[in-house]
């Protein structure tokens, strides 16, 4: 069990670029969650799946934002025509469904949009 | 809309102290309850999950309580080290349904120990 593992850890692109960013879960865990953060901010939810299925989006999710995770195991983050706004920490988190849904994170990927 | 709320918002204490944070939040139906670490730059490292029924977690010199009747937990750390330095984050989520896992963090308690 090497944990959740992020890619890029960091990206720093011009605004108006498109950008993606790369989550693998812990193997076993069937639920995968993309939280961004801000500096000084805790965590904020975004998106979440169980396998394949998308199956809540929070409203900071604007259409410029598309999450996947094709065949229920990685999971791709996606911002369209980046703004300054979307300078964070995009961090990927996944679950089991037994030990009470204990969510384990990864590292993170920091974007600084210029 | 559940709210979550972490004080004191920094803490600076000398090594081998005990000391509390505190988390309060304003909707305790059913909720789990988890702490977490994160490291300047770093992701977040899970300490203690205490599920809606249980009233504590403990791992090693680490003491999370729960009390859901007044909206509070309480992580304990005993003996604290410089090593300890780091921004601690309470986080609650429903314990079933279809938000299993969408979690509400408060916006952490920055601890700094000094040798």
């Known amino acids: 069990d090497t944990g959740v593992s992020q890619d890029p850890r960091h990206k720093i692109t011009k605004r108006g670029q498109n950008v993606t960013f790369r989550c693998d879960p812990i193997?076993?865990?069937?639920?995968l969650y993309w939280y961004r953060q801000t500096l000084g901010q805790g965590p904020e939810f975004l998106t979440y799946f169980q396998n394949e299925a998308q199956l809540e989006k929070s409203r900071l999710l604007s259409d410029r934002f598309s999450a996947e995770r094709p065949k229920g195991s990685f999971s791709t983050l996606e911002i369209q025509r980046t703004e300054q706004g979307d300078s964070a920490m995009y961090l990927c988190a996944s679950s089991a469904n037994r030990g009470g849904g204990e969510l384990f994170f990864g590292e993170g990927s920091r974007l600084t949009v210029l | 809309k559940q709210e979550v709320t972490q004080i004191p918002a920094a803490l600076s204490v000398p090594e081998g102290e005990n000391l509390v944070l505190n988390c309060s939040f304003t909707d305790s139906a059913i909720y789990n309850l988890q702490w977490f670490r994160q490291d300047p730059g770093k992701g977040l490292t899970s300490l203690l999950l205490i599920q809606s029924s249980q009233r504590e977690q403990t791992s090693g010199r680490l003491n999370a309580s729960l009390d859901k009747s007044s909206g509070r937990s309480t992580l304990y750390i005993a003996a604290s080290q410089p090593g300890d330095s780091a921004t601690y984050l309470c986080a609650v989520f429903k314990a079933g349904g279809t938000s299993y896992g969408k979690l509400t963090f408060g916006q952490g308690t920055i601890l700094t120990v000094h040798p």
């Open positions: 193997s076993e865990h069937n639920r």
